[in-house]
């Protein structure tokens, strides 16, 4: 099982995906994540493919010490909540858009997740994938005044890069 790392330090968030044909859209959540200096480490693993590998892994998600996993798949997305079925560790869920349902599929099948057993689900697509790294950064915020500056810093660039937006009407 091998995992790729970046980042200074240890990984503090696992990211994963179903197949090599998710990493587009993930490589969304890697960007927020390289930008707010977080370390992560990113796998692609298979609820239908590798199962016996996706339970190991999520056995091992806590000793690994990650905050989370961020963990997208597409179509019968089972990834996420798979993953949740075998560790304490949150999973925050991204549906990867399918080409036979638009996403559809992948969202609904990672929202509709059985009481007891919850995902953190994000937006469809390349936005969920950056949703879900930041939703990861601000849980580390709340004990990290490092990433917690960073991602201030984030924000006021955005807001930022609207109020110098030509078209920006600011009344
Ligand atoms: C899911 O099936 C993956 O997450 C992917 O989104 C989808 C299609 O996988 P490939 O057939 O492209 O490998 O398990």
Redesign the pocket.
Known sequence: MRAVTDGRGAPRVGVV??????FETMAGALDVLRDLDIAYEVRVL???RTPHLLARYAARAERLNLSCLIA??????H?PGMLAAFTRVPVLGVP?Q?RALSGQDSLLSIVQMPAGVPVATFAIGAAGARNAALFAAALLATTDPGVRERLDTFRQAQTQAVLEDPYFDGH
């Not at 995906?17 to 998710?22: E, L, N, V, Y």
């Open positions: 995906m179903g197949s090599r044909s998710d298979s609820a239908h997208g798949a597409g179509g019968a997305a990834l990867v399918s």
